[in-house]
């Protein structure tokens, strides 16, 4: 059974930092795309970043050099270090295998106070 369970979220202030994990299960996850997703109240889901099975990581152009995407293919995890964190940073974060094909998990909020 696949399923991702994402943590590590919380609130926090402005300028501060949070790091997710993402543990992963039902897969072979070392041979998968990972990525990143966060949504905003009223808004529509976006990617934030993706790293690939090799490890090449992007981001987007919102969170650049600011967050750090990164994988421990031993633990069937992944990570999001967000730090300089913003109040438009407030969203449910979600982590994903690409392509979509997945049910998305229940996500970790994130609260960032201005």
């Known amino acids: 059974q696949v399923q991702v369970v994402e943590s590590g979220g919380g609130l926090v202030q402005a300028g501060g930092s949070l790091r997710l994990s993402c543990a992963a299960s039902g897969y072979i996850f070392s041979i998968y795309h990972m990525a990143w997703y966060r949504q905003a109240p009223g808004k529509q889901r976006e990617l934030v970043a993706d790293?690939?099975?090799?490890?090449?990581?992007g981001y987007a152009d919102s969170v650049k050099g600011r967050f750090t995407i990164s994988r421990d293919n031993a633990k069937k995890t992944m990570y999001l270090q967000m730090n300089s964190l913003k109040a438009e940073d407030t969203a449910v974060y979600y982590c994903t295998r690409l392509p979509v094909v997945d049910s998305w998990g229940q996500g970790t909020q994130v609260t960032v106070s201005s």
């Open positions: 790293i690939t099975s090799g490890g090449t990581t």
